[in-house]
């Protein structure tokens, strides 16, 4: 078992940043994928941005160039930095974290919200 707790959410203008964290509650060296998912009301949970403990990562086509996600083995934490945020990205932000035998495990959510 894991536990993860996302952190860094809040009230944003258009064009500003957020950094987003998920600490883990043992090694991430144990979770072979972690990843940050968003869903928006009324649609479907979508992944924003993943990392394997390799350091290989992928976006969303909607984020690339605005955000940047980041493992810190030190402090076992993912990090997202959300820069240029548009109104589109707000929702709630969700960490996922994916075991050799893939097993997932979900933080309960970070709400992001951009808006003037």
């Known amino acids: 078992q894991v536990q993860l707790v996302e952190s860094g959410g809040g009230l944003v203008q258009p064009g500003g940043s957020l950094r987003l964290s998920c600490a883990a509650s043992r090694s991430i060296d144990s979770l072979y994928y972690m990843g940050w998912y968003r869903q928006a009301p009324g649609k479907q949970r979508e992944l924003v941005a993943g990392?394997?403990?390799?350091?290989?990562?992928n976006y969303a086509d909607s984020v690339k160039g605005r955000f940047t996600i980041s493992r810190d083995k030190a402090e076992n934490m993912v990090i997202l930095q959300m820069n240029s945020l548009k109104p589109e990205d707000t929702a709630m932000y969700y960490c996922?974290?994916?075991?050799?035998?893939?097993?997932?495990?979900w933080g309960q959510g970070t709400q992001v919200t951009v808006s003037s």
């Open positions: 990392v394997t403990s390799g350091g290989v990562t």
């Open positions: 996922q974290g994916r075991t050799a035998s893939w097993d997932d495990y």
